[in-house]
Each structure stands twice: as structure tokens, then as C-alpha cells.
């Protein structure tokens, strides 16, 4: 026995779905009912392009934004602890060896430094929630940096009174310096730089849904207008027509608009964002190196690595290379930070502090093989002088190439604010623009396939 598709109802009655069903089939094959049809389909397909241009437009300019107001900042909070921790261990070394003479003014370094490293964690505390990573980091420096202090404090104390341990604790507060506060403060520099690089990702990401919205779009909307074009020989239908012209205003719109901000933001990353992580690593290493310098003296041998060279001194010699290259003189080596540093600065106001720095660090060097030369003759007050002394020091040559880094870092800090800017502002308004023009789009295509309708009353 054969059975109906749809079943009645208890009534007798088909159900209303299955009625509607059939109505829509009888009215699909006249051609009013047709061109209600294509109307519904097109206000459909340009609400739908204007809706998804408009959410992934925005999530794209709030990624923008994050590079600019969240990411970026962070990472120069990251990179701004590790410089402190690493200038207070160098400040705490030579105010070691300048003894009374140097106390004031290095002790309110210091006191800065490790101020300003509390502040900084303080505040990545509260903007690290949702990172893990960064979260444990800030929490391992707050737990070892009173540690650090009171070792320093008990280091000054010793030296005070001059007993010969004041050097055994100063080593030992270095030691955790280097073995937890820097790895701690390194891993939370290269998490914040991981965000950075993701939020990067997220902004410059092609929005492929609303670019491929907007094709499918404008191409039934050209459909269509062929499409009565064959039945009646009109060229042109106006409202189709200003659906049209809206619709590929919101694809043009949108690509121009999303490859200038990608260009921004590209332009950010490699002459804003590399350079300065390139300039805050050579910061470190002169910090590092600088350190090293004063603790050989602290030292003064005591410190041997397994082949029974001075520990300080192969440190320091390791940070020179890193910095500028393994030559004791021109420029800076093309792999070292400063040569990396020159290579990524795109004008003169960049290239000029970096080319200064190079210059100092190569004097800081042969004043440096002068004071060891002194130290290993036995002139240790000579060799002292040529380290911390007024004049003509290693000192003096180390805060040359703390300045020089500083402006470049300042000049290329601008450099990625201006780019990142004018990236981030190429998207100002294409949402709201994206649904308004959309919604232009909509109503022509009702206008138009409604003006056809009105030929069949």
C-alpha cells in the first residue's frame, strides 16, 4: 500500500510547514514569486557581507589596538625590569668598590633601580592575568628580589666594617642575580613578546570571511541585474545598481583599507618593534658586561671557571662580542646587537646613537685592557681607577654607551608609535562604514527588485 510523503494530520489537514512548502514551490515557478525570491536572497548576502566585514574589521582594529596600547607597553615594562635588575647588580658592584667615597649617589641608583623593578612588577602583575607564563615569572621575582636586596645590604655592611666576607656575599648576590632574577625577568620579556607577536598576527590577518562575503555578494547582485536584463532589455536597474556600487565600495573599502594598516603595522614591527628589542638586548649586555668589569675586581681572582680562567673576565669579554662583535676596533660585527641595530635603523636620527655607541664601546675596550693590565701587575688602586675613576674610565665610556642606546631606543620608540598609528587608523570607521553602505546595499536591492514587482500589479 502506498503512503502519502506527508502524512495528515488527525484532522485530515496537511501541516502548516507542508502547506507553506507547497506555496513556496507554486510561487517559485511564476516570476513575481521568483523575483521575491532573489530579492530575500540578495538582502541577505550583502547583510551577511556587511555583518562580517564589520566583525572581523573590529576584531582586527582591537588587536591593532592592543599592539599600540597593551602588548607593546608591556614589553617595554618587561624589558625596563630586566635593565633594572641588571643596573642595580652593576650599580651594587661598583658602589662596592667605590667604598664611602661613591656612596651617596650610587646607593640612590641603586635604590632607584630596584624601586623602579618593584613598580614595573607591581603593575605587569595586574595586566599578566590569562598568561601563565608571565604570571609565574612575576611571582618568582617577587619571592627572589628581597632576597637579592638583603643580600646586597648585608655585602654593604661587611665591606663597612672591613671584613673581607662583604665580597663573599656581593659574589653571592650576583650569583642570584644571574641564576634567578635575570632568567626570570628574561622568560617574562620573552612572554610579553609572544603576546606582542600574537596580537600582530590577529591584526594583520587578512579577513578572508568578509572579503569572500562580499565577492559572493556583488556577484549575485551582477547576476541579477543580467538577469533582468535578458527579460526586459533595460540596462541599467537603479536599484540594483546602488547595491551594487555599495557592496564593492565595502570590498574596496575594506581591502585598501586592511592592506594600509597591515603596511603600518608591518612597518612598525621591522623599524619599531625588532629594533627595539635589539637596542634593550645591547642594553643588557653592557649592563652584563659592565658588572662583569667591576666584580673581576671584587673578585680580584677568586672566581675561576673549570679551564682556571677568571670567571668575571671571560663573562665580560663574552658580553663584548654579543654587543659589538669580536674586532677590538671599526665597526660594530654585522651579527653582534649594535651591527644588528644598525642594519634595522631606516635613517640617520637611528643610525647616528647606535654609530656613537659603537665608538664608545670600542674605547670602553682599550681602556678596559688597560686596567687589566694594571690589575695583573699588581697595581690594584691603579687598575681601580682606570674602572670607577672620574676620568678618562671604563666608567665614564659605559655611560657613553648607556646614552647613545637610550636616544636610539627613544628615536625607534617613535619610530613604532608613528607606524602602529597610522596602521591602526586606517580601520577608523569601516565597521560602522561597513554597515551603513550594507544597509544602503539592502534596501536597493529591495528598491530594485520591488520596481519589477510593481510592473506585474
Known amino acids: 500500500m502506498s503512503t502519502s510523503s506527508v502524512a495528515p494530520s488527525a484532522s485530515g489537514r496537511r501541516p502548516a510547514w507542508a502547506e507553506g512548502l507547497d506555496e513556496l514551490r507554486a510561487a517559485a515557478t511564476t516570476e513575481p514569486g521568483r523575483l521575491r525570491m532573489i530579492g530575500a536572497v540578495l538582502v541577505l548576502l550583502v547583510v551577511v557581507f556587511g555583518a562580517v566585514t564589520a566583525w572581523q574589521v573590529s576584531d582586527r582594529a582591537a588587536a591593532a589596538e592592543d599592539v599600540v596600547e597593551r602588548s607593546q607597553p608591556l614589553t617595554s615594562d618587561a624589558a625596563s625590569i630586566y635593565r633594572s635588575l641588571a643596573d642595580a647588580d652593576t650599580t651594587a658592584a661598583g658602589g662596592f668598590l667605590a667604598g664611602e667615597e661613591g656612596g651617596g649617589a650610587t646607593r640612590d641608583r641603586y635604590d632607584r633601580d630596584i624601586a623602579t623593578a618593584a613598580d614595573l612588577l607591581a603593575k605587569a602583575s595586574q595586566s599578566a592575568r590569562g598568561s601563565d607564563e608571565a604570571g609565574a615569572q612575576i611571582a618568582r621575582l617577587n619571592r627572589q628580589l628581597p632576597r637579592y636586596t638583603g643580600l646586597v645590604e648585608t655585602a654593604r655592611a661587611n665591606n663597612r666594617q672591613g671584613l673581607p666576607l662583604g665580597g663573599a656575599y656581593l659574589r653571592y648576590a650576583n650569583e642570584r642575580m644571574r641564576t634567578e632574577l635575570l632568567p626570570a625577568a628574561r622568560a617574562l620579556y620573552d612572554a610579553e613578546t609572544g603576546r606582542l607577536a600574537a596580537d600582530y598576527d590577529d591584526a594583520e590577518a587578512w579577513p578572508w570571511w568578509a572579503m569572500a562575503a562580499g565577492v559572493v555578494a556583488i556577484g549575485a547582485l551582477g547576476w541579477a541585474q543580467r538577469r533582468h536584463y535578458r527579460r526586459t532589455n533595460r540596462v541599467f536597474d537603479p536599484g540594483l545598481l546602488v547595491a551594487t556600487a555599495a557592496s564593492v565600495a565595502v570590498l574596496v573599502w575594506l581591502v585598501v583599507g586592511h592592506a594600509v594598516a597591515r603596511a603600518g603595522l608591518t612597518d612598525s614591527y621591522e623599524h619599531g618593534a625588532r629594533s627595539l628589542r635589539v637596542l634593550v638586548e645591547a642594553r643588557i649586555d653592557a649592563l652584563q ?50 651591527g644588528t641595530a644598525l642594519a634595522l635603523a631606516d635613517d640617520d636620527a637611528g643610525r647616528g646613537p647606535v654609530r656613537d655607541a659603537v665608538t664608545y664601546v670600542r674605547q670602553w675596550q682599550a681602556r678596559h685592557a688597560r686596567a687589566r693590565a694594571a690589575d695583573e701587575k699588581g697595581e690594584y688602586d691603579r687598575a681601580l681607577e682606570k674602572v670607577i675613576g672620574a676620568g678618562g674610565s671604563t666608567g665614564e665610556s659605559f655611560d657613553r654607551v648607556a646614552t647613545g642606546l637610550h636616544k636610539a631606543l627613544v628615536h625607534e620608540q617613535g619610530e613604532f608609535r608613528s607606524a602602529a598609528d597610522d596602521g591602526r587608523g586606517a580601520l577608523d570607521g569601516l565597521p560602522v562604514g561597513a554597515g551603513a553602505l550594507a544597509a544602503l546595499a539592502a534596501l536597493g536591492a529591495v528598491l530594485g527588485i520591488g520596481r519589477r514587482l510593481a510592473e506585474y500589479r
Do not use: C, I, P
Not at 673578585?299 to 663574552?318: K, N
Open 289 to 338: 658586561a659592565r658588572g662583569d668589569e667591576n666584580l673581576t675586581l671584587v673578585a680580584r681572582g677568586a672566581v675561576l671557571t673549570r679551564d682556571q680562567r677568571d670567571f668575571y673576565e671571560v663573562g665580560f669579554r663574552s658580553g663584548m662580542r654579543d654587543l659589538a662583535g669580536a674586532g677590538d676596533h671599526g665597526a660594530a660585527g654585522a651579527k653582534s646587537r649594535l
